[in-house]
């Protein structure tokens, strides 16, 4: 599978001439989390078998997300892995803190 530098890069080579405006890939980016939000509804609370559906909205977020980056030069592998490494430091504390709580939600929930 190509890197997200790879894949943002394929995107933006794709759509060349034809990119949304700033304000368009924010929009963008919210109407397709609106459609993810549907999606799960229909999972979880009307029992639907939506698996490909389900991931086809996720499919759609990160297009979007990737356009929304693009707008603003954002290199997404980049700001992704120093998050991740940002993240990586408070886990210890979070699995103290709120790991059994989330244990106990994840087996009631899920």
């Given at each position: 599978?190509?890197?997200?530098?790879?894949?943002?890069?394929?995107?933006?080579?794709?759509?060349?001439?034809?990119?949304?405006?700033?304000?368009?890939?924010?929009?963008?980016?919210?109407?397709?989390?609106?459609?993810?939000?549907?999606?799960?509804?229909?999972?979880?609370?009307?029992?639907?078998?939506?698996?490909?559906?389900?991931?086809?909205?996720?499919?759609?977020?990160?297009?979007?997300?990737?356009s929304?980056?693009?707008?603003?030069?954002?290199?997404?592998?980049?700001?992704?892995?120093?998050?991740?490494?940002?993240?990586?430091?408070?886990?210890?504390?979070?699995?103290?803190?709120?790991?059994?709580?989330?244990?106990?939600l994840?087996?009631?929930?899920?």
């Amino acid at each position: 599978m190509d890197s997200l530098e790879k894949l943002q890069k394929k995107q933006k080579d794709l759509l060349k001439g034809i990119e949304h405006p700033r304000l368009g890939n924010v929009i963008g980016l919210f109407e397709e989390v609106g459609e993810l939000a549907k999606e799960i509804m229909e999972i979880e609370m009307y029992g639907e078998s939506r698996k490909e559906e389900l991931g086809d909205e996720c499919a759609d977020i990160l297009f979007s997300l990737f356009s929304l980056c693009e707008s603003y030069n954002i290199d997404l592998e980049e700001v992704y892995a120093k998050k991740i490494g940002k993240i990586s430091e408070k886990v210890p504390k979070w699995h103290e803190k709120y790991g059994k709580i989330l244990g106990d939600l994840r087996e009631k929930f899920d």
